[in-house]
């Protein structure tokens, strides 16, 4: 089993920044890519950054980074000049190789960002 566990969320003014972390832990061959999602009420949860060939929503382009250490299994997410329609809980996402060899999709328990006008 692989646990991710995510932080960093909270309540922050319009403009403000938070960086969101997410650290994988457990029976990991390797990490084959993460990335981050978000949903906000009733609406679809959707890609906001994946690592690797790294790609960002446009909504987000040139506000949020996506980063990673490898050797802490970690992916950061950097949200600087927050918009109120970012508001929403954030998903960490990881597609794992165990150490048996399997590959699986995990998501983190997520976490709430809020950004108020």
């Known amino acids: 089993q692989v646990q991710l566990v995510e932080s960093g969320g909270g309540l922050v003014q319009a403009g403000g920044s938070l960086r969101l972390s997410c650290a994988a832990s457990?029976?990991?061959?390797?990490?084959?890519?993460m990335g981050w999602y978000r949903q906000a009420p009733g609406k679809q949860r959707e890609l906001v950054a994946s690592?690797?060939?790294?790609n960002y929503a446009d909504s987000v382009k040139g506000r949020f980074t996506i980063s990673r250490d490898n050797a802490k299994n970690t992916v950061y997410l950097q949200m600087n000049s927050l918009k109120p329609e970012d508001t929403a809980v954030y998903y960490c996402?990881?597609?794992?190789?165990?150490?048996?060899?399997?590959?699986?999709?995990?998501w983190g328990q997520g976490t709430q960002v809020t950004v108020s006008s």
């Open positions: 996402n990881a597609v794992v190789t165990s150490t048996l060899g399997y590959v699986y999709t995990y």
């Open positions: 457990g029976s990991i061959f390797s990490i084959n890519a």
């Open positions: 690592g690797g060939r790294t």
